[in-house]
């Protein structure tokens, strides 16, 4: 799988949209970006996944740029519950390879 | 409706013993991963069921593990002659089908003294 790269961390005011980078320079054309967050010590929970174009559900917004080398996770008015560690994952069918693979991830904290 | 359930939810045991965790997945899904989730750390693939084939065992860290989900549905992960390295969270995840999102459960919290 393509390796992902995100900030360690960041913060974000409760109310205000939360904008959370990904960089996967290495994609390749078969290759889906996820995304997933996770709560203290709760499972993983998914939020959204694309390909190339943008994507929108009830809980973000997926945008990812035309040659598909980031992307970037929005969660449009964050809550104090929107805290947690949130996961980009570039997962694709090469191989038959659907396993999930988590890095770091990229701490947000939302203050009121 | 339901979602994945895993059993126990705690689990204490001392060094040498043998440990089966299980995983009830969200009825329906063909796929069922097991994940190992250190603490500070995103969880890691430790290997994946369509029904009750085991199609990827390469996470599994060595022989002492094992897994296997025999009628498609419920998976079992056993780990033989626990060590202390082996504590973690072990989490189940589900889906529809292979390449569909995964579903997590709650985890079991191992600790082995």
């Known amino acids: 799988d393509a390796k992902t790269t995100q900030p360690t961390s960041m913060d974000c005011a409760e109310g205000r949209a939360a904008n959370l980078p990904c960089n996967h320079s290495?994609?390749?054309?078969?290759?889906?970006v996820y995304w997933y967050r996770q709560i203290h010590s709760q499972g993983p929970q998914y939020i959204i996944h694309g390909l190339k174009n943008n994507e929108t559900n009830e809980m973000a917004s997926l945008i990812i740029t035309e040659d598909r080398k980031s992307s970037t996770l929005i969660l449009p008015h964050a809550t104090l519950r929107d805290t947690a560690v949130y996961y980009c994952?570039?997962?694709?069918?090469?191989?038959?390879?659907?396993?999930?693979?988590f890095g770091a991830g990229t701490t947000v904290t939302v203050r009121a | 409706g339901a979602g994945v359930s895993q059993s126990p939810r705690y689990k204490v045991t001392k060094r040498g013993q043998d440990v089966a965790l299980r995983c009830d997945p969200i009825?329906?899904?063909?796929?069922l991963y097991w994940y190992r989730q250190a603490l500070g750390q995103g969880p890691e693939f430790l290997t994946y069921f369509n029904y009750e084939a085991q199609q990827d065992k390469s996470g599994l860290p060595n022989d002492r593990f094992s897994a296997e989900r025999p009628e498609g549905s419920i998976s079992t992960l056993t780990i033989q002659r626990t060590e202390q390295r082996d504590s973690a969270m072990y989490r189940c995840a589900s889906s529809l089908l292979q390449y569909n999102e995964q579903f997590f459960g709650p985890g079991t919290r191992l600790t082995v003294l």
């Open positions: 009825s329906g899904h063909v796929s």
């Open positions: 290495t994609i390749s054309g078969n290759e889906y």
């Open positions: 994952i570039v997962r694709g069918a090469k191989n038959n390879d659907y396993k999930l693979s």
